[in-house]
């Protein structure tokens, strides 16, 4: 009997053990999630002021002070705009057209 009962101790002591060890185990995992989920946030956060930015560099206004500024681009006079219509024939590959 007393063989059985040291057993039993044994195996106790064994599970309880294991136990402390497993919520340990689940206490630094849940740390870590933690972490890691901030993190997330935080990479959610830049995504969106990234965005925001390359909206603004998209904008209109500055492409065009970009244009005018960097590259010295104006807009042509009247006279120098000419609108191409695409016919049939200049829609052909080259290799095609007769």
Known sequence: ????NLILT??????ALSVVSARH???KLFVALQAEQSHARELEVEWGQLQLEISTW???NRVEEVARGRLNMVIPAPGRIYVL????QSAMPMDMQP
Request: no cysteine; proline share 5%; hydrophobic share 65%.
């Open 1 to 4: 009997m007393v063989k059985l």
């Open 10 to 15: 044994v195996a106790l002591v064994a599970v």
């Open 25 to 27: 185990q689940a206490r």
């Open 58 to 60: 998209l904008m209109h």
């Open 85 to 88: 219509q695409p016919t049939m």
